[in-house]
């Protein structure tokens, strides 16, 4: 009876809010338009960051650690006739770093499939950290190399980290193999003389940046600083084709599966090292009733020591998690939220440290 009724308020909240079932599905309008965006970058960017900015509200589940964001999505903002559809992408990592984390194997594959249905890549660049804001992923190369006749935009985030605009001209000539040039009031960009070389010769070379962006964006997505001029631009590049979901629809993840990751992404925040990354979040309850929304997560540990590890003493740490959970789906969702969460030991769990 409980699973019962979870599912029909389940279906009920989705037809309201989240579903991208046929329901959500608009007919035809001539002046609609329609733009996909994928935004790509390393772990830890602000990707999820910057979309909740965009979307004006909290969406995605972030944190301080990396990996928080571990499976494709899409958020809907519409925008007059325009309906901006962006995909938000686990960070792009190599082998061992999906072996330390315990990552899934579809991990690496939701970004090249946000690539493949979007019309527009954003790539994100973290400029705060001076170690590696001079040069692209080779990873991220690769990936433009593969899909060259998707436009690109490179945006570059944490600007407000960097006070020289001497350092800001110099990375972005670095990262567009300067081919992009900037006024001196950094009001706008400039893109100079595409360079005539095939993609046979690009591939063979081993270059720090992408000659091809169309445009460079400035943004610090925790402050909101140039995410209007982004989105104006993603609204610029739509073009005459239906909306594919209704206007008060402004996520394709149900509410269950968001609760989930949002209690995940503090237990990346509130626990050291490896920890979160062996913890799993279970919804054992969740209803929508009178506007009030209340949920119930277990998380189960591999063993004891890590169940207290989450709990803390007295469970302290334990109810510090879940009223910080409970503040981020209020924001999420716009109303009340109760939430209760607990621990579990995985049974099964071979480990016994």
């Known amino acids: 009876m409980l699973k019962f009724k979870r599912n029909l308020f389940a279906i009920i909240l989705k037809q309201n809010f989240y579903s991208t079932n046929a329901s959500n599905k608009i007919q035809a309008n001539a002046h609609e338009k329609l733009i996909k965006v994928a935004v790509i970058g390393l772990p830890n960017a602000g990707k999820s960051t910057l979309i909740n900015s965009i979307m004006e509200k909290r969406l995605c589940p972030v944190s301080e650690k990396v990996h928080t964001t571990q499976s494709y999505s899409q958020s809907i903002k519409n925008r007059y006739n325009s309906q901006i559809i962006i995909f938000d992408t686990p960070g792009i990592v190599n082998e061992r770093e999906m072996k330390k984390h315990n990552l899934d194997k579809s991990f690496s594959s939701a ?82 003389v595409p360079l005539e070389k095939p993609m046979e010769q690009i591939d063979s070379e081993k270059e720090e940046g992408w000659s091809y962006f169309k445009e460079v964006f400035l943004v610090s997505s925790i402050k909101g600083d140039g995410v209007e001029k982004l989105v104006d631009y993603f609204t610029s590049k739509s073009t005459h084709r239906p909306w594919e979901f209704k206007d008060d629809v402004n996520t394709d993840q149900n509410p269950e599966f968001l609760i989930e990751q949002f209690v995940r992404a503090r237990l990346l925040d509130f626990l050291s090292q490896e920890i979160p990354y062996n913890l799993k979040t279970e919804l054992e309850y969740f209803s929508n009733k009178n506007n009030r929304i209340f949920a119930s997560v277990n998380i189960i540990c591999p063993n004891a020591r890590h169940e207290k590890l989450v709990c803390g003493a007295l469970d302290g740490k334990l109810r510090q998690i879940t009223d910080r959970v409970t503040s981020d789906l209020i924001e999420c969702f716009r109303q009340p939220v109760t939430l209760t969460v607990c621990t579990s030991v995985n049974k099964n769990s071979n480990n016994k440290k």
Not at 114 to 136: C, E, F, K, P, Y
Request: one cysteine or more; charged letters at 25%.
């Open 111 to 192: 970004c090249r499939h946000s690539i493949q249905n979007s019309d527009v890549i954003a790539v994100l660049h973290d400029i705060s950290n001076r170690w590696t804001r001079n040069a692209l992923s080779p990873m991220i190369i690769d990936l433009l190399k593969e899909f060259h006749k998707i436009p690109s935009v490179l945006v570059l985030n944490k600007i407000d980290r960097v006070r020289s605009k001497r350092v800001l001209l110099e990375i972005i000539r670095k990262l567009t193999n300067n081919n992009i040039s900037l006024d001196p009031h950094f009001a706008h960009f400039v893109k100079k």
